[in-house]
C-alpha cells in the first residue's frame, strides 16, 4: 500500500492536540514536520513518529502529498508564500487563513493578503484546503443531510447569536447552509468586553446572500462559557433549522409536519469531545479526498470567504455605510 507523505507545518499546540493524533494513527500516513523551533519538530517526532526537516526547500524535496500549514494565523501569510513559491501539490490551511493581528482582529489586509494567497496557489497548480471543523459537528452534518433528503429548499433568512471563540466558524456556517454573502451592514458597540486573552467589543451585522436571503449576526464575548456559545438559525422555504453550540440541542421545524424535533447529543460526551471528533473527522475527510483524487471536502476558497466577510463587516463599521462584497472585495 502506498504511503500518504502528510507535511506539517507548524508544530505547536494545535498541532499536537488537534491534528497529529488522528494523523498517527492512519496506516498510509507517513510524517513530516518542519518548525522554526527545530526542537518543537524533534519533540512531536518522538511522540507520534515520522522526520524532521530543516527548511521548507527539505518538506517539498520530499514530494509530500499535502503540507498542513498549521502556523499561528499571524504567521502564516509569511509562511504560506514561501512555501507557495516551492509549488506544493496540496496545502491544507488551519484558520483563520491569514490574521497579521490575531484572528479576533481580522483587517482588510488580512483579506487582501488571503486572496494573494489563493491566487499563488493557482499560479503554481496548487490545490487548497481548510479545516473549518464546525461543518463536521453531528448536527451540522445531520442539518445538511435533512435539508437535502427533505427538500427544504433555498435559505430566506438566517439569524445568529455567537461568542467570538466560534466567530469565523459561524460565518462559515452561514457560508456552507446559505451561500456566498452579497451585501453586509454593521454597527460596533462603545465598550470592550471580555477576558484578558479575548477582548472586544460587539458587533451586529445585517447582510444579504447572493441568493437574496437576509441575515442579521451578532458578534460578541458576553455569553457564558456554561451556556451555549453560538445559536444559528436558518429559515428554509419549508423548514427551519436551529443550531446551538457543539453539543447543545438542535430543532427542526418541518413546513410539512405539526411537531418540532429536537435532537440532542448524548449526556456522556461533552462539548469538548465533541470539538476534538470533529477534527478527527475533519482531517479523515481530507485524506480520503487524497486518497481518492477529489476536491477537498472545504475547498481554499472558504477561507477567503470568511475574510471578506469579516473585511465588508469592518469597512462597513468605519464608513458608517453598507459594503457590496462582490464589488469592493472581489474573490476573483
Known amino acids: 500500500m502506498a504511503k500518504l507523505k502528510v507535511a506539517v507545518v507548524g508544530t505547536g499546540k494545535v498541532a499536537e492536540n488537534n491534528y497529529l493524533p488522528c494523523l498517527a494513527n492512519e496506516a498510509d500516513v507517513s510524517l513530516g514536520y518542519f518548525n522554526r523551533t527545530r526542537a518543537k519538530a524533534d519533540a512531536v517526532a518522538a511522540r507520534f513518529g515520522g522526520q524532521v526537516f530543516g527548511s521548507l526547500r527539505e518538506v517539498i524535496d520530499w514530494q509530500p502529498d499535502t503540507v498542513m500549514v498549521l502556523t499561528r494565523e499571524n504567521e502564516r501569510f509569511d509562511v504560506a508564500m514561501a512555501l507557495l513559491d516551492l ?4 496545502v491544507f490551511f ?7 493581528n490575531g484572528q479576533e482582529n481580522v483587517t482588510e489586509q488580512d483579506f487582501l493578503d488571503g486572496r494573494a494567497v489563493l491566487r499563488a496557489a493557482q499560479v503554481k497548480n496548487c490545490e487548497t484546503a481548510m479545516v473549518f471543523n464546525y461543518r463536521f459537528f ?4 445531520l ?7 427533505r ?5 430566506m433568512n438566517v439569524t445568529g447569536l455567537v461568542h467570538y471563540a466560534c466567530w469565523s466558524h459561524a460565518i462559515d456556517l452561514i457560508h456552507y447552509f446559505a451561500g456566498p454573502i452579497a451585501e453586509i451592514s454593521a454597527l460596533q458597540g462603545q465598550t470592550e468586553h471580555g477576558m484578558s486573552f479575548l477582548r472586544a467589543r460587539d458587533v451586529t451585522a445585517a447582510f444579504r446572500t447572493m441568493d437574496d436571503a ?8 458576553t455569553l457564558a462559557w456554561d451556556y451555549p456559545l453560538f445559536e444559528l438559525s436558518f429559515n428554509f422555504e419549508r423548514g427551519r433549522i436551529r443550531m446551538q453550540d457543539l453539543d447543545g440541542d438542535m430543532e427542526v421545524m418541518d413546513a410539512r409536519a405539526i411537531e418540532i424535533e429536537r435532537y440532542h447529543i ?3 460526551k461533552s462539548r469538548w469531545d465533541q470539538y476534538n471528533s470533529s477534527f478527527v473527522k475533519s482531517v479523515k475527510a481530507y485524506l480520503e479526498s ?9 475547498p481554499g476558497i472558504a477561507g477567503l470567504q470568511e475574510l471578506q466577510f469579516e473585511a465588508g463587516l469592518k469597512r462597513s463599521i468605519a464608513l458608517n455605510r453598507p459594503v457590496a462584497l462582490s464589488s469592493e472585495f472581489q474573490l476573483a
Open 87 to 90: 509549488a506544493p501539490r496540496r
Open 143 to 149: 442539518a445538511k443531510r435533512i435539508v437535502a433528503e
Open 290 to 298: 487524497i486518497r481518492q483524487n477529489e476536491p477537498p471536502p472545504v
Open 214 to 221: 437576509t441575515g442579521t449576526l451578532i458578534g460578541t464575548t
Open 151 to 155: 427538500d427544504f429548499g433555498a435559505v
Open 266 to 268: 448524548s449526556a456522556a
Open 138 to 141: 453531528e448536527h451540522s452534518k
Open 94 to 100: 488551519e484558520k483563520p487563513l491569514v490574521a497579521h
